[in-house]
């Protein structure tokens, strides 16, 4: 009996196995207001970053004696091809700063929730060493959702650390991505509004300088069904199955339909089809193939 499979919990009972396809990806842009931080358009500077909310002053910072709060995070527009210090890979004309001082940082919270069955990505571009600062501090995307008593569950977050060998150069703006694991229906991000945060992780001994941010872009990545087939091999049964890029794959096994456990090392999605072989022995036995995000 040769038929494929497909659909999450589709199930064909063969001589000597069931297979069950598991949800596994279609991608969605999900829009970032201002994600690219060309509003308000400005000539120059702007403190004001549109769309976008500061982090709360902490209470042992002194405005006094520097830099206002609001001071420490806006946008700036690049300066003009050919100049020394012209962003080569901006998107626009403009990009966002924040200064590596503690508790600085940038949020919003998107229109989108979570959705079950749903992974997220996040890309960004990010430049280090502005104005001399030390290798250490680090800059953190967040990924998360608010908490009924006011806090963000981070659902996913990526830390960037300050340092001259990521950071040769200061025009050139290097790509980072954030990736989230499927989110289930029982978590408690699911069905609650997408938060970004953007934040300075530095201590006090290490604050000064600053970050440039640009080019922030949201997917949301649903895997494409999983279509089962078999083939015969020597003394084993092939279990074939579609691939996707980003994903990772892990074929599991069961006696009961209760208790799985895996069945070999998971495989790195990649476009077109994976496999392994099983044994076939005389004893049923039930396979299943799980998806998840390659974070």
Do not use: C
């Amino acid at each position: 009996m040769r038929k494929p499979l497909s659909g999450p919990g589709a199930a064909l009972a063969l001589p000597a196995a069931l297979l069950a396809g598991a949800a596994a990806g279609l991608a969605q842009t999900i829009p970032i207001p201002n994600g690219s931080f060309e509003s308000p358009a400005s000539l120059f500077v702007s403190t004001r970053v549109d769309h976008w909310e500061d982090q709360p002053r902490p209470d042992d910072y002194v405005e006094t004696g520097g830099f206002l709060w609001e001071q420490l995070t806006g946008v700036f527009r690049n300066t003009s091809p050919g100049s020394l210090d012209h962003l080569e890979n901006a998107e626009g004309q403009q990009a966002a700063w924040l200064f590596a001082v503690p508790g600085v940082g940038l949020w919003q919270e998107l229109e989108r929730v979570f959705e079950p069955g749903t992974a997220y990505q996040l890309d960004a571009l990010v430049l280090g060493n502005g104005g001399n600062m030390l290798p250490g501090p680090a800059l953190e995307f967040v990924l998360g959702a608010f908490a009924t008593g006011g806090e963000v569950l981070p659902l996913a977050s990526l830390s960037i650390t300050n340092d001259p060998a990521i950071f040769p150069l200061r025009t050139l703006l290097l790509p980072f991505q954030l990736r989230t694991p499927l989110v289930r229906a029982a978590d408690a991000w699911a069905g609650r509004p997408i938060v970004i945060q953007i934040l300075s992780r530095v201590t006090p001994a290490q604050q000064g300088g600053y970050w440039d941010v640009d080019d922030l872009r949201l997917t949301a990545v649903r895997p494409p069904e999983i279509v089962l087939r078999t083939e015969p091999a020597d003394d084993a049964l092939r279990i074939v199955w579609p691939a996707a890029p980003g994903f990772r794959y892990q074929l599991q096994r069961s006696a009961s339909l209760e208790a799985w456990t895996d069945v070999g090392a998971g495989l790195n999605g990649r476009t077109g089809e994976l496999s392994a072989e099983v044994p076939v022995g005389a004893a049923p036995a039930f396979f299943r193939v799980a998806a998840q995000p390659q974070l």
